[in-house]
C-alpha cells in the first residue's frame, strides 16, 4: 500500500517544525511528500525547502484556495494508492498513518480520518469524525471542550472527516473532482465526504490515528485572504453552499427556506448576546446565498454526473432533524446562566466578590464579638431564624410593611392619582395616537411613564390596576434590597464593612420614608416608583466611575434603562443626573484636566444621559419641536398640588399626611458624621455635592413657572427632594456604620454599651416609621371631592367620547374655570395630555361670550366642540348661573344635587369635534424607542464569554 | 514639630467640608413659595345688553321714564312685557316718556345698553326701575295690618326664576316654608305678599336668593294706623351688608315716628355706632348711644325722640358706622306720609334719578372732591348745572328746579347722593353702567 503526502501551508511557520518532525517520525513512511506553499509571509517556504527539499515545494500565490493547492501537489507525488492531506498546523502521531491504512484495510473504506486534538492542549478533542446539521451546523458530536478518554475510540462510517490527516485513495478523489474551488477554505472536508457518500463511498474515522490540530484559520489566529476579517462569514456561506449543493434536488426550496427561517433566527440570538459582527456575517453569508445562486445551481448541475447511491443511507450519515433545537434549547439556558452570574456579579454575590466579602468579614470577625451569621449553616433554616434576633426583627419590620401596603390592592385614586383604566388598550391608545380625544382635543405628547405601564400590563394579564397596585407594593422588596445593595457596595468603597444591623435599619429607614415624608398616603406614585428604584439607580451610577472596561460599559447600559425608568416618572431627575456628572468631571478637571479629555473618562456619563434622551422621545421631542421646553419637566399627572414650600422641603414634608420633621434632623444630623471620620470624608463630601446639586436644581425650578392653558405649573422638585433624601439616609447609615466601627475598635465595656445603645436608636429609627406608616400615613389620601357630575352624564362621556360635560367654576372676581370631562373622568395617563394642551382659544372666547352676551349661535357652538352638558360646581355662582339661565339654547338639567347646577345644550353634539388620530411617524417614532429599548437590554446583559 | 507643620494642609478638613451642608441648607432654604393660582381677574367691556325691570303701575298717571347717558347713536330699546309681547321698539330717544301701565322689562342692545336708566314716575313720586340680579336684601319690612309689605318680582328671562326667601325678625330666622322655591314665570312678574307668607310677624329682614335665574325687585311698604285714615306707603328699596359708614337718608321735618332697623348677616358680632351730619360738621350724637349686635341678629331701635333732638341741633342724616357688614334702614312716617331711608354707602363715578314735579333737595356727602351736578328737563335740556365741593365732615344740600327731569351727579370721589322731594319722597341716586364685568374665562386643571 503506497501513500503520498500532501501538506497545505499558509503562514504556518509557528507549527511547521513540528509538523514537519512528526512527518518523518512516522511509522509508515509515505512514499513522497509535496507540500504547497500559498503565498507565506513568514519563513514557512524555507522550512519547507529545508525538509522537503526545492523539488517537494511548490509556491503558489496567497488566493489559491485549498482544493486548488491540492490539486497543484497532486500530479507532483509519486503514484501512490493513497493520499494523505496534511495542514501546516497538524501534528500526526507517529502512528497515525499506519493506524489509517489499517482502518482502511479492515473497513474498506476509501477515506479515512483520524481522531484530532486540540493543539497545544494535547488532551482536547476537536473531531472525531463530522456531519452537518439542516442548518448548516458543523456536528461532531462532542461535548464543548471535552476530554479524550478514550470514549470515542470506535472505528465508524461517518459522513466526512477533517482534511487535517485525511487519507483518500486517489483514484476517488480524482473520480469525484477532488475539493470543490467555490470552497476557499472552509468546508471542504464536509462537501467532500458528503459527495463521496452520494457516491456510495465509505468514509469512516480511526480514532486510534492521532492528529493535533491548531485550527489556526479557524480559531482566527492568522488571517489569510481567502477569509479577510469575517471568517464567520466565510464558515457560514461555506455550510449554506454545502448544504444546497449535496441535498436532493426536491429538498432544496425547502432547504433554502429552512436555511433563511434559521439564519434570522441566529441573527436575532446573536444580536441579543451582543456579537452584532457575527451577525451581519450571519446575514452577509445568506444574502450571498440566496441572491447569488448560480455557483451553486453550476455545482448541482456539474455534480449531475457523479453516480448516486442509496439517500437512504445518506441520511443516516447527516444529523438528526432536531440537532438545531436542541443546540437553540442549549442556547437559551447558557444565555439564562450567564443572566443569573452576572446578576449575581452585579449584586456582588460572585465568587470573587463573595470572597472579598467574606476575607473583609474574616478579618473584622477576628476582633469582633460573634455576629449573628457566625451560626453555622448546617443548622436548620427555622432554628437560624429563631436563635437570629436581627433575622426576627428584620423578618417582623418587612411583615409589617408588607400589611402596611395591604391598601395597594384595590383601586386607588387620590388627588395625584387619578382613577386607572381598566383596560390596558386605553394605555396603548395614548401611546398610539398623536392627536387625543381628551378635554378640549390635544396633541399633547403622552406621558413618559405610560408606555411603561401599558407594556407591564401587557405583561402581567392586562390587569392596568394591578400594575399600579405592583408599583406601589414593589417599594418594600426591591426598594429594601436596592439600599441594602447601595449601602453595601458604598461601605466596601471606603473599606468599611458595618454589621447587618446596620443595614437592616438604613435598608429599612429608605422603605418608610415614603411614608413618614407623607408621599405615600397621598397616592404619589411617581415619588413612590423613584424610592423604589433610586438606590439601584445610584449603585449602577457609582459603577460608571469604577471597574473594568466592559463592567463600566455595562453599569452605562444600565445606568441608562435605570434613569430612563425614573425619568418616565419624574423628568426632572435628568437634569439633577447632568448636573451632578457635570460637577464632577469639573471637579475632576481641576485635579487632572487631561485626563478628564480622555475619551474613556467622559464618554461613558455622556451616553448614559443620553440613553433617556432616546428612550423618552416621545415625551421630550414634541415639546422641544413647539420650543415649550419647560413642559418637559411638567410634575406627575400636571397637577400643582405637588407645590413645595422651603419650610416643607426643610420638614421633610412631600405630602399632607407626613410626620413631624424629627427623622429629617435625624438625617441631617447623622449624615455629617461621615464627614468627620477620615475614612469616608472624601465619598460623603461627593455625596454632599450630590444632594447640593439636588437642591440647586430644587430651587433653580421653584422660580420656574410652565404656562400651561389651565396657568402655571410648577416643574416637579419633588423627585430632586427625593434624591436628597436618599442621600441623607444613605450618608446616615454610612454614619452610624461608622460609630460603630469606631465603638466595636474599642474593648472597653462603655463602648459595648454604646454600642448596644447605638444599634437600638438606629433600629428604633425604621421601626417607628412602619408605625406612621401602619397608623396614619397607611390609607390613601383624597382630600378633593369628585366632581359634582351627575351619573347620567359620566356613563353618557364614558360611552361616547364626543358627549363632553363642560365642568364650570368660579365666578365674576376670581374667574371662571372651565374643563371638559370625557369618558367618564380623567384616567392615569391622561391629566398631562390634557393639561399641556395649547388653549382651545375657540373654546375660551365661546364661553366669554356666552357669559357676557348668552346668544344662541354661541350656545350651539359649544355642542359644535363636542360639549353635550354643563355642570356649574358647588357652590354654583349666582351670576353665571343666571347668565347660564339666561341663555337660549341651554335646557335645565337635573344636577347631582341641590349644591350644584346643570344644563343640557339643546343641539346634538358635533360628532367629529373630538377624535383621536395615529400619524405612522409616531409609530416609527415609538418603534424607534422599541429598537433602543431593546439594544439598551442587550448591551447590559452579560455577553457571550469567548470560547478559550 | 517643624516637619509636622510643614505637612499639615493650608486648609482644615473642616474648612473644605463645613460649606457644603451649609450652602444645601442655604439652598433648600431659599425654594420659592408656590405660584399664586389665584391671579385671575375680572375683564371689563362696554356693555352690550343691558336689561331693568320696571314695577306695574300704582295709578293711571303713571308713566315710564327710560334713556341712556350712552353717546351713541345706533341702538334700539323694547318694552317687553309678561305676556312676551313687545310694548314699544324705539330708537335712541334722548328721553323717552311712555305711559305704561303694565310690569314690563326694558331691554336695550348696543349703543342703549351703557348708562341705561328707567323708572316709573307719577308726579313726585318715582320707584327706579331695577337691574335683574341674583341676591338682594332689605330691612325694615312688616307682616302686619300696621305694616305690609310686598315684594314685585320680575323674571327678565326666557326661563322660569326660582327664589329661595329667607326672613328674619327680632327673634331670629323666620320658619316660612312657602318662601322656598319662589317661582317666577320666564318674563313675568310675581308680587309676593309678606302677610300671607309670615303673618302678624314685624321688623323683618329678608334676604333673596335666585337659586335659578334671576330677578328685578321693587318692596313697597304700606303703613296703615287702623283708624280708618287712608294707608300711606312708601318704596323699600335694597340694601347691601357693608362696612362703609351709611348715611340713613337725610331726615325730613314733616315725619315725626321713626324706627331704626339693623341686621347683622355676617358670622360675627358687629359694634356699631351712629354720627350726625350737619351742614358744618359731622358727630356722635348723645343718643342713640353705640350697641353691638350679634351674628344673624335683628335690631329695632324707636328713635321719635333722639331724631327730633337731632333735627333741633341742626343735624341733616343719621349715619351709621359699623365695625362689621350690617344692613341698615330707617323708616318715619306722619298721618299723611312714610318714607323708608336705606343705608347708603355712596358710589363712585357717574349716579343718577330721575326725578317727578314738585320741589326738590340734593344731599350731597361723601369723601372730600368737586361733584358735577347736572339735571335735564324731559326735553333734555340742561336746567341745573354746578360743580359743587363736598366735604368729608359736612352734609351739602342745594335746591333743584320743580320741574321733572334726570339729574346726573359725576365724581371721582366716594359721593353719597340723596334727593329729598314733595310728598316725603326719598331717592338714592343709582350707579349707571356702562361697562360690564363678566369673569376671566381660562382652562382648568384636567377633570
Known amino acids: 500500500v503506497s501513500v503520498s503526502a500532501i501538506l497545505v501551508s499558509h503562514s504556518g511557520a509557528a507549527w511547521l517544525p513540528a509538523v514537519l518532525s512528526s512527518l518523518q517520525q512516522q511509522t509508515v513512511t509515505p512514499l513522497g511528500v509535496v507540500a504547497v506553499d500559498t503565498g507565506s509571509k513568514d519563513e514557512s517556504p524555507d522550512l519547507l525547502r529545508a525538509a522537503l527539499g526545492e523539488s517537494g515545494v511548490v509556491l503558489a500565490d496567497r488566493s489559491t484556495t485549498f482544493g486548488h493547492a491540492i490539486d497543484l501537489a497532486l500530479p507532483l507525488t509519486p503514484d501512490s494508492d493513497w493520499i494523505w492531506i496534511l495542514h501546516d498546523d497538524c501534528a500526526p502521531a507517529p502512528d497515525a498513518l499506519a493506524q489509517l491504512l489499517t482502518a482502511a484495510e479492515q473497513t474498506g473504506a476509501v477515506i479515512v480520518g483520524p481522531k484530532i486534538r486540540e493543539w497545544p492542549s494535547l488532551r482536547r478533542l476537536i473531531e472525531v469524525g463530522v456531519t452537518i446539521s439542516p442548518t448548516g451546523m458543523r456536528e461532531t458530536g462532542l461535548e464543548p471542550g471535552e476530554y479524550d478518554q478514550g470514549q470515542h475510540d470506535e472505528v465508524r462510517e461517518v459522513l466526512a472527516v477533517n482534511t487535517a490527516g485525511m487519507l483518500v485513495r486517489r483514484e476517488v478523489f480524482v473520480a469525484l473532482g477532488g475539493f470543490d474551488r467555490n470552497l476557499p477554505i472552509f468546508g471542504n472536508d464536509l462537501d467532500f465526504g458528503w459527495r463521496a457518500a452520494n457516491a456510495q463511498h465509505t468514509t469512516v474515522v480511526a480514532p486510534q490515528a492521532l492528529v493535533f490540530h491548531a485550527e489556526a484559520a479557524h480559531r482566527g489566529v492568522r488571517s489569510t485572504p481567502l477569509t479577510g476579517r469575517h471568517r464567520f462569514y466565510q464558515e457560514r456561506k461555506a455550510a449554506l453552499y454545502t448544504l444546497l449543493v449535496n441535498r436532493p434536488g426536491w429538498l432544496v426550496p425547502f432547504t433554502l427556506l429552512r436555511l433563511i427561517g434559521g439564519s434570522l433566527t441566529r441573527i436575532l440570538g446573536l444580536f441579543l448576546v451582543r456579537q452584532p459582527g457575527q451577525a451581519l456575517d450571519e446575514l452577509a453569508a445568506l444574502l450571498t446565498t440566496v441572491f447569488k445562486p448560480m455557483p451553486w445551481i453550476a455545482a448541482r448541475h456539474a455534480r449531475r454526473k457523479l453516480p448516486r447511491g442509496d439517500a437512504r443511507h445518506v441520511r443516516t450519515l447527516l444529523a438528526p432533524w432536531w440537532v438545531p433545537y436542541r443546540h437553540g434549547l442549549d442556547w437559551l439556558t447558557d444565555l439564562g446562566s450567564a443572566l443569573v452570574l452576572q446578576l449575581r456579579e452585579s449584586l456582588g454575590r460572585a465568587p470573587t466578590a463573595q470572597a472579598e466579602a467574606d476575607s473583609a468579614v474574616t478579618e473584622w470577625s477576628a476582633n469582633a464579638e460573634p455576629e449573628a451569621e457566625d451560626i453555622s449553616d448546617e443548622q436548620g433554616l427555622l432554628v437560624r431564624w429563631v436563635t437570629n434576633p436581627l433575622a426576627m426583627v428584620s423578618t417582623l419590620f418587612l411583615l409589617g410593611c408588607l400589611v402596611a401596603t395591604l391598601p395597594v390592592w384595590r383601586a386607588i385614586t387620590t388627588d395625584y392619582l387619578p382613577q386607572t383604566p381598566t383596560d390596558a388598550a386605553v394605555w396603548w391608545q395614548l401611546v398610539r395616537n398623536q392627536e387625543h380625544a381628551l378635554g378640549a382635543g390635544s396633541v399633547a405628547p403622552t406621558p413618559a411613564y405610560v408606555p411603561v405601564l401599558a407594556f407591564l400590563s401587557e405583561v402581567l394579564f392586562q390587569q392596568p390596576q394591578l400594575i399600579v397596585s405592583l408599583l406601589f407594593f414593589a417599594l418594600v422588596p426591591i426598594g429594601f434590597w436596592g439600599m441594602w445593595r447601595l449601602v453595601k457596595t458604598m461601605s466596601r468603597a471606603v473599606n468599611l464593612d458595618p454589621p447587618k444591623w446596620v443595614l437592616v435599619g438604613g435598608s429599612g429607614l429608605h422603605i418608610t420614608l415614603p411614608a413618614l415624608s407623607g408621599v405615600w398616603s397621598d397616592g404619589r406614585l411617581d415619588l413612590v416608583v423613584l424610592f423604589t428604584f433610586l438606590p439601584w439607580l445610584a449603585k449602577t451610577t457609582a459603577g460608571v466611575f469604577q471597574g473594568e472596561r466592559g463592567q463600566r460599559w455595562r453599569a452605562v447600559w444600565r445606568t441608562g434603562i435605570l434613569l430612563s425608568l425614573c425619568c418616565a416618572f419624574v423628568p426632572t431627575l435628568w437634569l439633577v443626573w447632568l448636573a451632578a456628572t457635570a460637577v464632577g468631571l469639573l471637579g475632576t478637571a481641576l485635579w487632572a484636566r487631561k485626563e478628564v479629555l480622555a475619551q474613556e473618562v467622559w464618554l461613558p456619563p455622556a451616553v448614559m444621559l443620553v440613553c433617556p434622551a432616546i428612550l423618552l422621545l416621545n415625551w421630550w421631542l414634541p415639546f422641544a419641536w413647539r420650543g415649550d421646553w419647560l413642559q418637559i419637566w411638567g410634575p406627575f399627572g400636571a397637577t400643582n398640588r405637588s407645590q413645595l414650600t422651603a419650610a416643607e422641603i426643610l420638614r421633610g414634608q412631600l405630602g399632607d399626611t407626613a410626620a413631624e420633621p424629627w427623622w429629617i434632623a435625624v438625617l441631617f444630623f447623622f449624615g455629617l458624621l461621615p464627614l468627620v471620620s477620615k475614612r469616608t470624608r472624601w465619598p460623603s463630601q461627593v455625596a454632599w455635592l450630590v444632594i447640593g446639586v439636588a437642591a440647586v436644581v430644587s430651587l433653580v425650578f421653584s422660580r420656574v413657572a410652565i404656562e400651561v392653558g389651565s396657568g402655571a405649573l410648577q416643574p416637579a422638585i419633588s423627585g430632586p427632594i427625593v434624591v436628597v433624601m436618599l442621600s441623607l439616609t444613605l450618608l446616615t447609615t454610612l454614619g452610624f456604620g461608622v460609630v460603630v466601627d469606631h465603638l466595636t475598635k474599642r474593648k472597653s465595656s462603655l463602648s459595648r454599651i454604646s454600642r448596644s445603645v447605638v444599634m437600638v436608636g438606629w433600629l428604633l429609627l425604621p421601626v417607628v416609621g412602619l408605625g406612621w406608616w401602619l397608623g396614619p400615613a397607611r390609607s390613601f389620601a383624597s382630600v378633593s371631592s369628585p366632581p359634582e357630575v351627575p351619573a347620567y352624564m359620566m356613563q353618557s362621556s364614558a360611552e361616547d367620547a364626543t358627549q363632553g360635560v363642560l365642568l364650570l367654576s368660579g365666578g365674576p372676581e376670581s374667574g371662571v374655570s372651565y374643563s371638559i370631562l370625557r369618558n367618564g373622568g380623567v384616567r392615569l395617563g391622561e391629566a398631562e395630555i390634557v393639561a399641556f394642551a395649547p388653549e382651545n382659544r375657540a373654546l375660551t372666547d365661546l364661553l366669554s361670550g356666552i357669559l357676557r352676551d348668552p346668544q344662541r349661535a354661541a350656545v350651539d357652538g359649544l355642542a359644535d366642540l363636542g360639549i353635550d352638558y354643563i355642570v356649574l360646581s358647588a357652590p354654583p355662582n349666582r351670576d353665571v348661573a343666571a347668565t347660564l339661565d339666561s341663555a337660549p339654547g341651554l335646557q335645565q338639567a337635573s344636577a347631582e344635587d341641590r349644591s350644584s347646577r346643570a344644563w343640557d345644550v339643546l343641539k346634538p353634539v358635533n360628532q367629529d369635534a373630538v377624535v383621536n388620530q395615529a400619524e405612522p411617524w409616531w409609530r416609527f417614532m415609538l418603534g424607534f424607542q422599541i429598537l433602543a429599548l431593546l439594544v439598551l437590554a442587550v448591551m447590559a446583559a452579560p455577553g457571550r464569554r469567548e470560547e478559550p | ?447
Open chain 2, 1 to 447: 514639630m517643624r516637619a509636622r507643620l510643614s505637612t499639615r494642609p493650608v486648609l482644615p478638613w473642616w474648612a473644605l467640608t463645613a460649606p457644603l451642608p451649609v450652602a444645601v441648607l442655604m439652598a433648600l432654604g431659599s425654594v420659592g413659595a408656590p405660584l399664586d393660582q389665584n391671579a385671575k381677574s375680572a375683564i371689563t367691556d362696554q356693555l352690550i345688553r343691558q336689561s331693568l325691570g320696571c314695577p306695574a303701575a300704582a295709578d293711571k298717571d303713571s308713566r315710564v321714564v327710560f334713556g341712556s347717558l350712552n353717546e351713541g347713536t345706533s341702538a334700539e330699546a323694547e318694552y317687553q312685557l309678561e305676556t312676551g309681547q313687545t310694548a314699544i321698539s324705539v330708537k335712541r330717544p334722548a328721553l323717552s316718556n311712555e305711559v305704561l301701565d303694565e310690569a314690563g322689562v326694558l331691554v336695550a342692545r348696543d349703543d342703549l345698553a351703557p348708562g341705561l336708566f328707567a323708572a316709573r314716575v307719577s308726579g313726585p313720586v318715582v320707584v327706579p326701575c331695577s337691574e335683574p340680579t341674583t341676591e338682594l336684601w332689605w330691612v325694615g319690612l312688616g307682616a302686619s295690618p300696621q305694616h305690609a309689605s310686598t315684594i314685585h318680582l320680575n323674571n327678565p328671562d326666557r326661563g322660569p326664576a326660582i327664589l329661595d326667601i329667607s326672613l328674619y325678625d327680632l327673634t331670629g330666622a323666620v320658619e316660612a316654608s312657602s318662601v322656598r322655591g319662589v317661582r317666577v314665570p320666564a318674563s313675568g312678574s310675581t308680587v309676593l305678599d309678606l302677610a300671607e307668607l309670615a303673618p302678624s310677624k314685624t321688623a323683618l329682614s329678608a334676604r333673596l336668593v335666585a337659586v335659578r335665574g334671576r330677578v328685578s325687585a321693587t318692596v313697597v311698604d304700606e303703613f296703615d294706623s287702623l283708624d280708618g285714615k287712608t294707608p300711606v306707603w312708601a318704596l323699600n328699596p335694597p340694601v347691601a351688608p357693608t362696612r362703609t359708614p351709611q348715611v340713613l337718608g337725610t331726615v325730613q321735618r314733616e315725619l315725626t315716628s321713626w324706627t331704626l332697623t339693623m341686621a347683622n348677616p355676617s358670622a360675627r358680632t358687629a359694634t356699631i355706632r351712629f354720627t350726625v351730619s350737619s351742614a358744618s360738621s359731622t358727630f356722635e350724637p348723645s343718643a342713640p348711644k353705640p350697641m353691638r349686635l350679634a351674628p344673624g341678629a335683628v335690631s329695632e331701635l324707636q328713635l321719635d325722640k333722639e331724631l327730633a333732638q337731632i333735627i333741633k341741633s341742626g343735624g341733616l342724616s343719621l349715619n351709621v358706622v359699623a365695625s362689621d357688614p350690617v344692613l341698615a334702614g330707617l323708616s318715619g312716617r306722619s298721618e299723611s306720609a312714610a318714607a323708608v331711608l336705606a343705608g347708603q354707602p355712596g358710589e363712585v363715578g357717574p349716579q343718577l334719578a330721575v326725578l317727578g314735579t314738585g320741589k326738590k333737595l340734593l344731599s350731597l356727602s361723601g369723601a372730600s372732591g368737586t361733584v358735577d351736578v347736572v339735571m335735564r328737563d324731559q326735553s333734555g335740556k340742561v336746567v341745573f348745572e354746578q360743580s359743587v365741593a363736598v366735604s368729608k365732615r359736612e352734609l351739602g344740600q342745594w335746591n333743584l328746579p320743580k320741574t321733572s327731569g334726570v339729574l346726573e351727579v359725576r365724581s371721582d370721589t366716594l359721593v353719597r347722593a340723596v334727593v329729598t322731594g314733595e310728598e316725603n319722597t326719598w331717592q338714592r341716586l343709582q350707579p349707571l353702567r356702562f361697562e360690564t364685568q363678566f369673569p376671566a374665562v381660562r382652562p382648568g386643571p384636567p377633570s
